[in-house]
């Protein structure tokens, strides 16, 4: 049954209070109400009908209704004469022309695989579904992927492997409050989606190497060196075993491999696991205490644990814990991870990563191949293959046999690209770059195309927040004239490419397209509509029928493994891809702060949140101050092997005497990291680089100095 374009009537919202939606940021994907008076003016009120966020919501999200109004707001096209000249505003007609124009081109010239598409995690189901179908039906190119790889990668790596699926919280939020601990590994809450914190009841054991406000939280902080939470984490594994909090009962009944896992922990003696981390073994033991006392407990990973070259393996080893403690699939405990951006679950469901189509299904297997072609009606010979994954897609960008023209849709990689003065590079080397935002962004000021698009409140479609629930965003604005939505824009483009049919601009009808592509897969929307999400707080996928409930916790009963038991996969502590030497002593970590979202391209331009936040900082530890005679707010230069960048000292003992802290909401962080691959994920290591750190000294002085140098000498 195909749904019209207008969104159904909010089904607990009281009309004065506006129409009932979501936030635009984070994964909580908080519950809020939109209304606009006579006057244009816009309102945001929280929903107490979301369990995410019961009523709360932080700063972000009550300024959101400036990104509806500002003045920053992309109206109308734009697009360059040349090369070298401005962008300047054009008709649709004309820039969807030049797009259709360049993308034949370098494809007639250099193969199917020249033309490459850059998605988000931020987009609506919808339009990831879409974006894949139009990749690989209109441009028939495998070169597809999208910045939730640099997110959500390494822990759904893991999470499949272990039990057969990967969905972030594979149980209500609710649950949480009622565990009697949790342990967070690499999550500051805190900052990034703080309606979170009210979920968190009962002891907190967070793992960072800063004391974040989550930390500052916690009963008990465990703050080891940057890249060796694997360590920790099999010494942590180590004492459950040999102290006796191993469930055997559920260890023999509910999974596999365990005596391999406890082998490959034998030699991760806590003394061992201390000497490469940091953190003391009475810290450690005390963490395993207050999970294996517990009652009901929880163990959840973040980007801190995920994002490195090994994060794959990082997250095992905390699945490898949880399940030696018994907690998957026991009610009211478990592991889970923390998904960052706001449609990161289902932005990976519905076949805009690389290696995916729709469902979850393997692009690689033949029977996903048969089912999703027979739902676009084409011949599964002609899917591509699985193509590069995001940072390898930015890396050959403009070389011989990579990608000539690539489309952009809600992702900025000039800042949140790891190296990311390397990518821009590769990003100004294309013979046609276009992005469709609805801001400027700093990739968006590198483009020859810009295709300005609507936003969250002037358009509605599905979202699936870090608990696999399917949520319903409504139109509550209309859109400035002049702009179009992605689904329009891909709708365009499809046709200028001989494909009219099968790319409609309704997202109701992409939605059951959807609904179809992802029956019988792991991610199965396939008995989601969007009435039965409008009736009450959304649905939990798998949702196989339309008279389905929905699984709000799919391993009570079984894991989607074929034995359906859950599996213990061995792993060991690798150091980092870059430690630290003599020319680079320091190690460097990168996060969120909390008035700021990814790349900033949004957050950045909010008054509020700018005065809450102006700029970017360096974060160091007082005795590594002193030694660089650097105070806060004295200007300070960090240098990595990728790049250099400058910024203003922030001193304080929350950081490891042997760590600086970026913030990468701004460009600058993203010059330096690291973009080695994680060998299953293909994350890159975010987390953590080696670093030089010193104090800026002005041009002038700079000049004066080296002269004075070279008289001496």
């Known amino acids: 049954m195909s749904v019209s374009l207008s969104p159904p009537a909010p089904v607990m919202a009281p009309v004065h209070q506006g129409e009932a939606t979501h936030c635009p940021y984070c994964a909580l994907q908080c519950g809020m109400y939109v209304s606009e008076d006579a006057g244009g003016a816009i309102t945001i009120t929280p929903r107490h009908d979301v369990p995410a966020n019961d009523g709360a919501l932080c700063q972000k999200g009550w300024t959101a209704a400036a990104l509806l109004t500002g003045g920053a707001r992309l109206t109308t096209p734009l697009a360059r004469a040349s090369r070298a000249g401005p962008l300047v505003p054009v008709s649709w007609d004309d820039a969807l022309d030049r797009v259709a124009a360049g993308l034949r081109a370098v494809q007639d010239e250099h193969g199917p695989d020249a033309a490459a598409v850059f998605g988000g995690g931020g987009l609506t189901n919808e339009k990831a579904y879409l974006l894949g179908k139009f990749a690989r039906v209109a441009l028939r190119t495998g070169q597809i992927d999208y910045n939730g790889r640099f997110c959500m990668s390494s822990a759904a790596a893991a999470a499949n492997r272990a039990f057969g699926m990967d969905r972030g919280l594979p149980f209500p939020i609710t649950d949480i409050a009622g565990a009697d601990t949790v342990m967070m590994a690499g999550g500051n809450v805190a900052e990034t989606m703080p309606p979170f914190l009210r979920h968190l009841r009962g002891a907190l054991v967070v793992i960072d190497p800063r004391r974040t406000r989550t930390a500052g939280r916690a009963t008990l902080h465990l703050q080891p060196a940057p890249g060796t939470d694997l360590a920790l984490a099999l010494g942590m594994l180590h004492i459950a075993v040999t102290e006796g909090y191993a469930d055997q009962d559920y260890i023999a009944a509910r999974t596999s491999g365990f005596a391999e896992a406890r082998a490959s922990v034998a030699t991760w003696w806590p003394e061992r696991a201390e000497r490469v981390t940091g953190v003391p073994v009475a810290r450690m033991r005390e963490a395993v205490h207050l999970l294996g006392d517990a009652g009901k407990a929880m163990i959840i990973t973040g980007r801190g644990a995920e994002q490195h070259a090994k994060g794959a393996d990082t997250v095992t080893a905390y699945i490898n814990l949880a399940l030696a403690l018994g907690l998957p699939g026991r009610p009211g405990s478990g592991y889970g991870c923390l998904t960052g951006q706001g449609n990161g679950q289902g932005g990976r469901e519905h076949g805009q990563k690389a290696d995916q189509l729709p469902g979850y299904r393997r692009i690689d297997d033949p029977a996903a191949r048969a089912h999703v072609a027979a739902v676009w009606g084409v011949d599964p010979a002609d899917l591509p293959g699985p193509g590069r994954s995001a940072y390898e897609l930015l890396d050959a960008l403009g070389t011989e046999g990579g990608p000539k023209a690539l489309l952009v849709f809600g992702s900025n990689p000039a800042v949140s690209a790891p190296r990311a003065g390397h990518v821009a590079g590769r990003l100004a080397a294309l013979d046609l770059l276009v992005v469709c935002d609805f801001v400027l962004s700093e990739t968006a000021a590198m483009a020859d195309v810009v295709l300005p698009t609507t936003q969250w409140a002037e358009e509605h479609g599905t979202m699936t927040n870090l608990e696999g629930r399917v949520l319903l965003r409504r139109q509550a604005v209309a859109p400035p004239s002049g702009v179009r939505s992605d689904l329009a824009v891909i709708n365009g483009l499809a046709a200028r490419l001989g494909h009219a049919d099968g790319f409609s601009a309704d997202p109701g009808t992409v939605f059951d397209e959807l609904r179809r592509a992802s029956a019988g897969g792991v991610a199965d ?132 005497r042997d760590t600086v802290f970026m913030p990468f909401h701004w460009a600058g962080a993203n010059l330096l990291t690291n973009p080695a691959l994680d060998p299953l994920s293909r994350m890159p290591e975010f987390k953590v680089c080696a670093v030089r750190v010193e104090r800026a000294v002005p041009d002038a002085a700079r000049a004066a100095d080296a002269r004075a140098d070279r008289g001496r000498a």
């Open 525 to 656: 929307y396939s008995g989601i509509t969007y009435e039965r999400i409008a009736a009450g707080p959304g649905l939990f996928w798998p949702v196989p029928a339309e008279d389905h409930p929905g699984t709000p916790r799919p391993f009570l009963d079984r894991f989607p493994t074929p034995d359906g038991r859950a599996r213990f996969v061995p792993v060991d502590h690798r150091p980092p891809a870059e430690d630290v030497d003599e020319d680079y002593p320091y190690y460097l970590t990168t996060g969120r702060v909390l008035a700021h979202y990814q790349s900033g391209a949004q957050t950045r331009r909010i008054a509020a949140l700018n005065e809450a936040s102006p700029g970017p900082y360096v974060e160091l530890h007082p005795d590594l101050a002193e030694r660089l005679e650097v105070v806060s707010g004295d200007l300070v230069r960090v240098s990595s092997r990728r790049g250099t960048t400058e910024a203003p000292a922030r001193v304080g003992p929350a950081i490891r």
